[in-house]
Each structure stands twice: as C-alpha cells, then as structure tokens.
C-alpha cells in the first residue's frame, strides 16, 4: 500500500474515532450493562461455541460451575482461535480495559486476568469509563415483550420490542399466558391480540423505544391473514403454524405503521441446527432465503422503514439492490456470521458504491455487554476508514472531509434520523 494512502486510512480513522456512536442492535442488559467478572467477557457465546468445536468440553458451561474455573477452561483453549476476529476483540478488551501488557492472552493468563477484571470491573465509574472510552452516544436494547423496561436511562440504553416470541411461539400456552399477564388481554382471538398487542406498543412507546425488531427463518414469507384464519389458528393452536406465524407478523407491521417505529428484520436465521452446541451455538443460515419473499410486505408498508440485515454475505447484493429501489428498505449493519473483517470489507464497499450512503446504517454490535462494543466497532471504523480511503479519496470521488462526512452518516446521523432519535446526545458523561 503507497505510504500517502496509510496515511490517508490512518488520518481518516482518527476522525471517525471522534464520531459518537448509535449502537442500533445489542443484547446489553439495560439494568445490568457492564461485566462484573470475567466470565461475563468470556462467557459470550462467541468464545464458548469457538472454543466447543475445538475440543471444549460443555461440562465446564454448566451454571454451577466455578466461574473462575470455567475462565481458565475456555482461555486454554484460546490460543487454537489466535487468527479469528474474535480473538482480537478479547486481545483489545483486556489491553484497552485491563491494561494486559503480554502478547496473547492464555491460560497462564488466568490468575491475573481473573483478579484485574474483578478490580476493574467494580469500579464505581466503570459504566462511565466504557461510555467514555467507547464514545457511545446511546445503545439500543433487545428487550422481551413482557419487560418492565425499568430500572435503567431509556435515553441511552434504547429500548427495542424484540417480537419472536409472539409471530413463532404464540401456540405455547406459557407465551399466551405471559402477553395476557403483559397486557391484561387474553389473546383468544384475532380481535383481542390485535388490542393486546397494541398496548405492547404503547408501553414501549412511553418507555422510549425506537424499534421494534424480529429474526426470521428462510422459510418465512409475509403475507396477510384474515382474522378468521387467526382466530381458527388461536382456537386451535399449533406448533409451526404458518396462518398464526403470519398473521401476527402482519399486526405487527400494521402496529409499526399506526405507532411509526421502524421494524428491524433479521432474515435468515435456522434454529438449533446443531443440537448438541453451547448457548446460542446452535444456529445457523442457509440459502433458500430471498428478499422477494417480503416484497409484499415492503410494497403493503411503504410508511414504514425496514432496516434489514441478513446472515448470508452472498444475500448482500440482494440487499444492497432492494435498499437502491425501495425507499423504506435499508441495509442495516453486519449481523453474526457476517460479522468478521474480509465479509464486511466487501459486503460494506458494495453497499457504498451501489447505495446513498443515507441508506445505510453501519454497523451495530451484537454486544452483551459493554466492553464488547469498543472492539467491535475499532474493527468496523478501520475497514470503514481503509475503504473510503482506497475507494473514494484517493481517486478523487470524495475529499478527506466527506469521506468523514459519509462515515458521520453510517456511525450516526443516519440512526438517528430513522429511528427518531435527538439529533445529539447523550453521549458519554
């Protein structure tokens, strides 16, 4: 690489470095948001499913086992993961937040990284510190639809309706029983989960949410169902019922309309594919998926915005092509199995040489706690900070000064237009 253009990545970088950052999709725990050990850092499900398929025994997962036991586990195995990304992001959290000095973290490691986390970790400004350090503007939630939504700043830690349960599970009795204890509604018909639902919304309203969000299976296809259909399916309700599965899907799109919250879908997701895997290690994609699938649905809610993510990289053209034609699809960051450098570098160029960038939402974490979310995004920033650069400034597309334009859009201004957030703030205290 021409020394001019190092120095144009590293120039750029540096500005995109100050850009506070919209983290549009987490699993962070609004009342609980920070590791309290390490084992809250390497007990994500990265980590525990990586080291699972090189050998780990799932014996040491079992929650009653020690966690400072179960740390020295997983680290043994570490070094085999030494050329994955996500040995990186735990390399940058315990050199950036543990003040690691060696080379590779491993299991003569464990002692001391142990002890420093505990230290650190229960510091009292330790939620700020990340903040800070981070540049975090706000982070969005995936909340259950029967959470309280208490107990945590809903101007920075976003809540999100994450409605699974209810389009997939609504058959299971506990799930009926749990939106009827929500809701005060008993949904035994059409009619009666349209009006169960809709105070789900509310609630989530008044409480700040900005989204509501679902991941779908390959072989889901929206379409409206009658409400005759719905109440047959809730008469009589079971397991993989595609009626019932769809029908609920389309109230909630009817809902993102009427109450104007953006629906996040995450297509292509299989389920416990592989029984036998750790927490969350289970899941894989394939190929049957389609966008055309949810073209009915796109042209039925030309209101509503659909930020889209997919796990199968060969499915971005796709998704970079339905976010050039529709004005209410985007494509939304780079989600699980995607999330590694060499996809998202040529899945992120295709979108920025085919898509307006105010089409684009960057990149979210993913993250399950804080800490996580520094890493992951310096690994974002630089792919972003190399593409601009090589791509965009040094053949004279775009100066210095848009290309960090473009980057303020992704990282940013453009969450914050579509999901309706304040234009600043609250950014780190």
């Known amino acids: 690489m021409p020394a001019d253009n190092l120095n144009l990545i590293q120039r750029l970088n540096a500005e995109l470095a100050k850009i506070p950052l919209v983290d549009s999709h987490s699993h962070v725990p609004g009342p609980d948001p920070v590791s309290r050990t390490l084992d809250d850092i390497l007990g994500y499900h990265y ?14 997962l079992a929650k009653d086992h020690d966690p400072a036991a179960r740390c020295r586990e997983i ?16 390399t940058h959290i315990c050199r950036d937040f543990l003040g690691f000095q060696g080379g590779h973290p491993n299991e003569t490691h464990a002692e001391q990284l142990w002890h420093e986390a505990r230290t650190v970790f229960s510091r009292p400004d330790w939620e700020q510190t990340v903040w800070k350090k981070t540049n975090l503007a706000c982070v969005f939630l995936t909340n259950d639809f029967d959470d309280a939504l208490e107990g945590f700043d809903t101007t920075r830690y976003i809540p999100c309706l994450r409605t699974d349960d209810l389009v997939f599970h609504l058959h299971d009795p506990a799930v009926r029983n749990r939106l009827e204890k929500a809701t005060a509604i008993a949904p035994t018909n059409a009619a009666k989960t349209r009006q169960a639902i809709d105070k789900l ?11 509501c969000a ?11 169902v009658s409400d005759a259909a719905i109440d047959r399916a809730l008469q009589n309700p079971t397991p993989g019922s595609t009626e019932l599965a769809q029908g609920i899907f389309w109230i909630l799109a009817e809902h993102c309309r009427d109450h104007h919250l953006p629906f996040d879908l995450m297509i292509g997701v299989n389920r416990k594919v592989y029984a036998g895997g750790v927490f969350q290690g289970q899941d894989l994609f394939d190929r049957r998926t389609s966008l055309v699938q949810y073209a009915a649905l796109f042209n039925a809610f030309p209101s509503v915005t659909f930020p ?3 796990l199968d990289g060969a499915q971005n053209q796709e998704l970079a092509s339905h976010a050039w034609i529709f004005p209410n699809v985007i494509a939304h960051g780079h989600w699980w199995y995607a999330n590694v450098p060499s996809i998202i570098e040529r899945d992120l160029r295709d979108r920025l040489n085919a898509v307006p960038a105010v089409k684009l939402i960057g990149y979210y974490s993913d993250a399950y706690k804080l800490e996580f979310i520094l890493p992951k995004c310096s690994m974002f920033r630089g792919l972003l900070s190399r593409i601009l650069a090589n791509d965009f400034v040094a053949p004279g597309t775009l100066t210095e000064e848009e290309a960090v334009g473009v980057a303020g859009q992704l990282l940013e201004g453009n969450s914050r237009r579509i999901f309706r957030l304040p234009a600043t703030g609250p950014g780190p205290a």
């Open 308 to 310: 889209v993510s997919v």
């Open 214 to 224: 679902i991941s779908l299976p390959p072989s889901f296809t929206p379409a409206p």
């Open 201 to 211: 919304f509310v609630h989530f309203k008044a409480k700040g949410a900005r989204a």
């Open 47 to 60: 980590y525990t499913e990586l080291a699972h398929s090189t050998g780990m025994s799932k014996d040491c």
């Open 75 to 90: 680290l043994s195995h570490l070094p085999k993961l030494k050329n994955t990304a996500q040995y990186r992001w735990f």
